[in-house]
């Protein structure tokens, strides 16, 4: 008998039925591995209390019965060895990892008691409320730090979308996402959807067998490359000038749309002139994109109506000039009078956990419990004065150097979900900032190497066994109920900061009433409500909810100073920086360091998604593990038989900072002269890129806006 077969036979398909006798029940969850975006609706088969199986959720539009590489992991996830089961306090030195079990009320004392007199001595300020990639408790968490009196609520952000979001909003105020279904062109520039958001990967793919054009811009070969017309494979660190020089094309063909720019924007004809020197011959100079690929991509772009754009979150960021270059590349949408257009960019706005979902909720009110006024500045605030007019938060990147330098106020304690100290762009950095600290409280689902330099490290629970609100793009909308009971003591993040809010900000009387009256409270805009949505545990569509009209700047203008798009940013000027989206080359590059290109001549980038992997979270689990062993980089076969080195060889690779050992993986994906995507699960990358280091003493302002703009190594 064959194995298939034998897995064929009554027997054993019998005990995965949820047939009556055999005492399973599907229950519904949402997958919370890579939220907050996607959270795919999970059916979880459970019996006796424990999770034997996962099936995405068939009646959930977003994922429609699909789940990723990481999501069909999800019991590896929830069941791990390496779960926290009960609150820890520090026994032994930082980072021993001796800690001794407590009880929650312990937990909790210690820690507002400790909380408490660092606000004494310090204020309020002095103690840093921080989210890492998990999001689904940060409006609590940002409520309750600003009830507590401290501006410095922080996240991960500062590494991630925020600059990409804040270039768009400097350019038009707000930003519109591309309409798969009713764009003929989509212009996907430094994005990978089909790893890093599967979900939406099916609908892309939908649209393109209807016809929809697509024109992919960045150095790799993705999965989308298969579907693309166009590919430029430009130089990394270069999107700004290759914008530019589309820009060029546009105007010079007079391909743009005259009547948006004459009417809906400011800056038109110094942009004009600028980016004449983009011309396609200069621009494939700089880029490497051949000058006629370019001119056709800026063609098709622009006379297919309508066109969407659809930007990454950061690989065109993470760049010295990062914001200015997104912010060429934006430019475009509106140069073809894409901006707000049915099928062009859209814009709806979030309404829950940044979900364009048309749906209008109180989430900014509830959060912002204290004007900003009545708080000291936030951290990085002197420093980048720009990124906190625009991002509601204080600037992560800088905690470290705060703590270190005690200026302009000394950062003492740190209340944090989800730390990981590789997540910044100098972990040792970091990990010895921490260190210094007179206080850290480290929420997390694992024990993590950061969590091990905590003083008290608090169990959170995961997606399975908590209460969660979501909105899906696809206007539906769930409530989920824990369908297991929490492993060992855990918590849910909620529930921790409703304990901690009660003793460290009891005067929040909305805090007090909890979890579900605060989202009650958010929801109340739009006559949704806990106990309703607690009826549908699968979730369902909301019927009634409105679509935002197209061109709503007709009606009231842009949301920028001017009230226009800005081709020069009014915004950028005040603060007497480039108003144009000039184009500046990264710090280290062939171009600006040609000297350093000897010593060092293949191009690296890093970070870029692979479908398993999410951050530090899934290199536990042995089926994702299993497709990627050990750290990889990609290397194409050219670069590497000049170095005599074959596929699956350990390399050393250098950078100017230090090196690392690696496995190459020989692949065409990469471009020549370049050596890409070097991931592995980010716990095992050495500490190496650390050249904030080198700064004993702060940098100057100017230099750190650049350090802003990074580039990462995992
Ligand atoms: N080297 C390198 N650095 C990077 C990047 C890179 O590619 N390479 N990418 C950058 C980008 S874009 C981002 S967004 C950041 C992300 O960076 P991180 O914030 O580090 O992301 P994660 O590792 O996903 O999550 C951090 C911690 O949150 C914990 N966690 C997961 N779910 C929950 C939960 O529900 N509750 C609590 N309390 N904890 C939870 C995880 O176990 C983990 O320890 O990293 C940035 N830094
Ligand atoms: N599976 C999985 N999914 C994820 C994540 C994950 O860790 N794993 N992380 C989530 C998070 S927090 C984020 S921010 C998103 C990011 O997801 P994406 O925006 O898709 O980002 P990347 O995969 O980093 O990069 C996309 C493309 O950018 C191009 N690129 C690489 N280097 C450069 C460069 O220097 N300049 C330019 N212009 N382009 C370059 C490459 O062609 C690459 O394929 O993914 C989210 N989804
Ligand atoms: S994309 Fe994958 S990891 Fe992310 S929510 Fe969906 S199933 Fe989970
Ligand atoms: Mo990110």
Redesign the pocket.
Known sequence: MSTYQKQSTTESVKGKLPTPGSGIEIKKAICSI?NPIPHCGIGAYVKDGVIIKVEGARENPHNAGTLCA?GAASRQYAYHKDHILSPLVRKGSRGSGDFEAVSWDEAFDLTADRVERIRRDSGPESIVFYAG?PKWMRPFLKRFAHSFGSPNYCTESST??AAASMAARLNYGVMGRPQFSKAKCLLV?????F???TAAVRKLVEARERGLKIIE????V?PLTAHADIHLR?R??T?GALALGMGNVIIEEDIYDRKFVENWTIGFDEFRSYVKQFTPSFTEEITGVSAGLMQKAARVYAKAKPAGLLT?????V??TNGVQNHRALTALVGLTGNFDQEGGNYVVPPGYLYVPSGVVTRQDEFEQSRPWEEMAPRVGQDLYPVWCKMVPQGQAIHVPFQIKSGRPYPIRAMIGFGVNHRMWPGPDFMAESLRMLDFFLDVDIFMTDTARMADVVLPACTSFERSEHKFYPERYVIWTSPVIEPLGESRSDTDIIFELAARLAPGDQLLREGYEACVDWILEPTGLSVAELKKYPAGYSLKDVRKPEYRKYEKGGFPTPSGKMEFTSSILKEAGLDPLPLYEEPKYSPRSTPELSKDFPLIL?S?????????SRTFRLPWPRSLRPDPMLDINPKDAAQRGIKQGDWVSLSAPRGSINVRANLTQIVPLQYA?RLKTAMVRRLDWCDYLRDHEEMPEAPELDRILARFYLW
């Open positions: 890579c990481k990639y991630c979308s520039w430094s994005n990978n959807p790893y890093s958001n811009v960045g150095p790799l993705t430009m990394p660190g999107s990454g979150a950061n690989a065109t993470y760049h980038t970070g870029a998604r692979l479908p398993m992997f999410i951050h890409g």
